[in-house]
Each structure stands twice: as structure tokens, then as C-alpha cells.
């Protein structure tokens, strides 16, 4: 029996941590996402600001929704034309063991830029 035990419950801690770094991993990935979409939206606005104020509602809202969830925080529009916005927020996920780094998180969003345009274009 103390075999058994001994084998088995280094297995269910193993598997326990995995499911748990599983889930930080996909809550920063939803919080990177979140973060593009809401600079996308800002980016996209007829007036917005462009691709500056894109980057930072980006920045700031990923801030908000990750905290230290997702670290070594980057964001890029580097995609963006004068048609269409497109940024992309990566970091890294929070790694559960201490000393190492955590899983690779990069998300990007794109839209059309909003225009006025007369009636019949």
C-alpha cells in the first residue's frame, strides 16, 4: 500500500500543478486578448488618436486585466496601415515554480479604421 501511495501521489501533485499553470496560462492569454481588442478599439476611432493611443489603452487595460499575471509586458502596432489598426500584446503567463519563466502569451486584434465617407462612396 505504501508503494502504491508513494507512486501515486507525486502523479495526482504533478498533475494538480499542471492543470493549475494550465489555467494562469489561458487567463493571461483571455487578458492579452482583451488588451488588443480594447486598443483596437481606440485605435480604430475616427478621431482616436491612431496607433499611439491604441498602444496605450492597450498597455493600460492589460495592466488592468492581467496585473502580475502576465509579465514582461509588450505592445506593438507595428501591423497598422492607414486603413486598418492591428496590436499586438505578448508577455509572458505567471510560472507557479519560482526561477522559472512562465508560458509565452501573444495575442494580436485587427480592425478597419473608421472614415466619414459622402453618401454613394
Known amino acids: 500500500m ?25 487567463y493571461a492569454r483571455e487578458a492579452a486578448l482583451a488588451a488588443a481588442r480594447e486598443g483596437v478599439e481606440q485605435g480604430r476611432l475616427y478621431q482616436g488618436g491612431g496607433s499611439v493611443d491604441a498602444a496605450d489603452r492597450a498597455s493600460e487595460a492589460a495592466r488592468n486585466l492581467g496585473g502580475d499575471l502576465l509579465s514582461d509586458l509588450r505592445v ?7 486603413e486598418r489598426v492591428r496590436v499586438e500584446v505578448s508577455g509572458y503567463s505567471l510560472a507557479i515554480l519560482p526561477g522559472v519563466r512562465g508560458i509565452r502569451v501573444v495575442q494580436h486584434a485587427e480592425a478597419p479604421r473608421e472614415r466619414v465617407t459622402r453618401p454613394g462612396d
Not at 508503494?3 to 507525486?10: D, G, R, V
Not at 506593438?76 to 492607414?82: F, K
Open 76 to 82: 506593438d502596432t507595428g501591423g497598422s496601415t492607414p
Open 2 to 26: 505504501s508503494l502504491e501511495l508513494a507512486i501515486l501521489i507525486p502523479a495526482v501533485l504533478v498533475l494538480t500543478l499542471a492543470v493549475v499553470q494550465g489555467a494562469l496560462w489561458w
